[in-house]
């Protein structure tokens, strides 16, 4: 149980930068916008809504909720479907920044990581009882 605590730690903090730089892109704060350069939007909001779901699933990781796996597997989803649209918006012409496409593999591989590790130590172990 101590790798669940130390994922959730990690999580928790993967989750407030994420809420950081994507709502500060978002809402324009500290200038980053412009340093951002040539950002998806849609990414941008993906990944701010994927933050607040990174916090419920450290929350659950933390306290072995059993409804973590799901939650994961649902920001998991979310993340995916964007990045398929990004890749749409990359074949349609549209303007990006390469660092975008390396960032959502990590952030995808990230989440999926956990939601394995949520099912295996929580969800599978619940069922088992």
């Known amino acids: 149980m101590k790798l669940l605590k130390f994922a959730a730690i990690g999580l928790t903090l993967f989750a407030l930068l994420t809420l ?3 709502g500060s892109v ?3 704060l500290f200038g980053i916008r412009q340093k951002e350069g040539n950002y998806v939007l849609f990414i941008v909001v993906s990944n701010f809504i994927a933050g607040f779901l990174y916090l419920f699933g450290a929350y659950g990781l933390f306290t072995s909720r059993v409804w973590t796996t799901r939650l994961l597997t ?3 989803g979310i993340l995916i479907v964007s ?3 990004l890749l749409f918006h990359i074949n349609s012409g549209g303007v990006y920044e390469a660092q975008t496409v390396k960032a959502m593999i990590f952030r995808i591989s990230l989440t999926a990581v956990l939601t394995v ?4 130590t929580i969800s599978k172990k619940q069922s088992n009882i």
Request: glycine share 6%; proline share 0%; net charge neutral.
């Open 74 to 76: 649902i920001t998991t």
């Open 83 to 85: 990045f398929f649209g």
């Open 20 to 22: 950081f730089m994507s």
């Open 117 to 120: 590790l949520a099912w295996r």
């Open 26 to 28: 978002i809402f324009d």
